[in-house]
């Protein structure tokens, strides 16, 4: 997932790229979380265009929607997190391999 999200351009951080702006992928037993982390610059200049406080909640969607439309014609299932923070990108039910009877 992370290969398909910086093949469409999205800055996938790594493991140890802690306190870097992009997009953050976590496997968790469900499936994996998505997730972005802008600058403190990003968020500054945002709220400044916007003039409201939570200017970059708008900017959030947008990239939400992005990932969450690529992920999906790549066939996966996703979801946002119930507090709306995150995307959850299901793990995929792999049935188990049938063998042909004879």
């Not at 997730?35 to 939570?54: I, Q």
């Not at 200017?55 to 946002?80: E, F, N, P, W, Y």
Request: charged fraction near 15%; aromatic fraction near 2%.
């Amino acid at each position: 997932m992370s290969s398909a999200l910086s093949r469409a351009g999205f800055h996938v951080l790594g493991d140890a790229d802690t306190g870097v702006p992009g997009l953050r992928v976590v496997e968790v037993a469900t499936g994996a979380v998505v997730s972005w982390a802008t600058s403190d610059g990003f968020t500054s200049l945002v709220r400044e265009r916007a003039g409201r406080a939570a200017g970059d909640d708008s900017m959030k969607v947008i990239v939400q929607a992005a990932v969450s439309g690529l992920l999906v014609q790549l066939g996966h299932t996703v979801t946002t997190m119930s507090d709306g923070s995150d995307l959850l990108v299901l793990a995929d039910a792999v049935a188990p391999a049938q063998t042909p009877r004879s």
